[in-house]
């Protein structure tokens, strides 16, 4: 089964509202990152966090990888309705080149 | 630059037919993917390809072959398609395994 796991699974905020999401392993991850895929479109890469403890910010966006690196989150700070969509975390697992993805948190941001 | 390319697009089949999925990119990269995504399940990863000439299994390979025709294409073949294999299918492609993923647009595949 998938090695990486993330929740929640939905979230459906109102516009302005914050939202997280966060993403959790079993093992230690050398790198993870993070996608968003918008309704009826493709992921698209977002960042990549690879050293313990490192934040990173995108505008509203706040990335975060665990001390342990073994879980990372990602804020989203006043929602607006083009963060409407799921958002995915990944990382390289079993060795290093097999891509595994979360199951994903699908956001629906209401006015 | 394309990226990344899929084909089809769209595709119905009936169940026991078979059917390939094309694959191709032009960003010279190493590694490529193949992904179904089904509701609430996330995108699951079916087979992939380290490198050109190198093909290894993923989460769900059953009822699925793959080849690394070169270092630019990766295909995927549905044997015998059933009905739980309709999804939505994603190619991915990296430079390695320390890069960022570019996907295709997709195809939906419904089985019927």
């Known amino acids: 089964g998938q090695q990486v796991m993330q929740i929640p699974q939905y979230q459906h905020v109102q516009e302005g509202e914050d939202f997280t999401t966060y993403c959790n392993s079993s093992?230690?991850?050398?790198?993870i990152q993070w996608y968003k895929q918008r309704p009826g479109g493709h992921p698209v890469f977002l960042i990549q966090l690879v050293k313990s403890g490192e934040v990173k910010k995108q505008k509203r966006l706040t990335f975060q990888f665990g001390e342990a690196k073994k879980n990372s989150s990602l804020h989203i700070t006043a929602t607006q309705t083009t963060d409407v969509g799921t958002y995915f975390c990944a990382a390289y697992t079993g060795g290093g080149n097999k891509l595994t993805f979360g199951t994903g948190t699908q956001l629906k941001v209401e006015l | 630059n394309a990226g990344v390319t899929q084909t089809p697009k769209f595709q119905v089949l009936k169940t026991g037919q078979s059917m390939t999925l094309q694959c191709a990119q032009d960003?010279?990269?190493?590694?490529m993917y193949w992904y179904r995504q089904d509701p609430g399940m996330g995108l699951r990863l079916i087979y992939y390809?380290?490198?050109?000439?190198?093909?290894d299994k993923g989460e769900v390979p059953n009822g699925y072959n793959v080849s690394r025709l070169n270092k630019r294409e990766f295909s995927l073949r549905l044997e015998s398609a059933a009905p739980s294999q309709t999804s939505v299918y994603f190619c991915?492609?990296?430079?390695?395994?320390?890069?960022?993923?570019?996907f295709g647009q997709g195809t939906r595949l419904t089985v019927v």
């Open positions: 093992t230690t991850l050398s790198n």
């Open positions: 960003m010279n990269h190493n590694s």
């Open positions: 390809s380290a490198s050109e000439g190198t093909t």
């Open positions: 991915a492609s990296t430079l390695d395994s320390f890069s960022e993923a570019f």
